[in-house]
């Protein structure tokens, strides 16, 4: 189910909060998640966000790496070890750490962005140009016509 979907941007304060919109607390919520997991996006100058679906997700992607290995052991440090649990307070807000705002460049703006089991955070500027070239891509995947599989038959 897509739970974090459309987008909103909200106003940082001078403490470093920011509301976490409506729909995305409900979501949350309905995850039984008390909080907001975080974590600097590992290819785009954004925030990757979100409750259980998002924690599910990055644990199986940790687990299909054998234990005790380099590869386990960095996978793992990128996606539990610089993460983040904000805790909402009583209005809805969270407290942005000051690495994920430079991460992402934020500063007195906070973009959230729906994407499904996760939301992402961004500067606005930055999300108005990956909106661009993301709806450009899509596109260009959308409308391509669908492969065909091999027959499997071989010229003589």
């Not at 304060?13 to 949350?28: H, T």
Request: proline content about 7%; charged content about 20%; aromatic content about 8%.
């Amino acid at each position: 189910m897509a739970d974090f979907v459309s987008n909103f941007t909200n106003r940082l304060d001078a403490k470093g909060r920011v509301s976490v919109p409506a729909p995305f607390r409900a979501a949350l919520s309905r995850e039984g998640y008390e909080g907001v997991y975080c974590f600097p996006s590992a290819h785009l100058p954004a925030v990757d966000a979100g409750g259980m679906a998002l924690m599910g997700e990055i644990q199986k992607r940790v687990d299909s790496f054998t234990t005790l290995t380099p590869d386990h052991d960095f996978v793992s440090m990128a996606l539990f070890g610089v993460s983040e649990n904000l805790k909402l307070d009583s209005d809805g807000r969270v407290i942005l750490p000051e690495t994920l705002r430079t991460h992402a460049g934020i500063t007195d703006q906070v973009t959230f962005v729906g994407q499904g089991y996760k939301f992402q955070m961004w500067n606005p500027e930055r999300f108005a140009e990956h909106r661009a070239e993301a709806l450009k891509r899509a596109l260009a995947v959308l409308s391509a016509p669908p492969q065909t599989p091999p027959t499997g038959s071989a010229q003589s």
